[in-house]
């Protein structure tokens, strides 16, 4: 018997967009030059290379948010502990809603996410530039 999918990505973006702050992309350019920003860029390192990245925005994988955004696990990571305001981003602003939703529920704040994600951040003239994993060896 196939599946049902009772709460779809829809519904789900749709609840987190309703509790979370959502930037536009200039809004976004604007509080990124504050020092007190951390953009968080959620999207897959292979998404990053093809596409570029936002200077200065932390990579953290959607898969990783949880357990680097908790001072008790063992893979934290010590910028979430930071004092910061933390702007999550994905390619098109879907991903990041999921991932700023979490961080809100896991205690994380102020959050917020940008509307339309990297590509809109792009558009609106937002700086960015091309990134190549580290050789290994
Ligand atoms: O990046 S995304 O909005 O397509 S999930």
Redesign the pocket.
Known sequence: MPQTITRGIKALIDEANAEIETLNAKEAIEISKNGDVVIVDI?DPR?IERDGRIPGAFACTRGMLEFWIDPQSPYAKPIFQEDKKFVFH????????LAAKTAKDMGLKPVAHIAG??AAWRDAGGPVEQWEPKKKG
Request: proline residues 0%; aromatic residues 8%.
């Open positions: 999207r998404e994905c390619a098109g602003g879907m991903r990041s809603a994600g990297y």
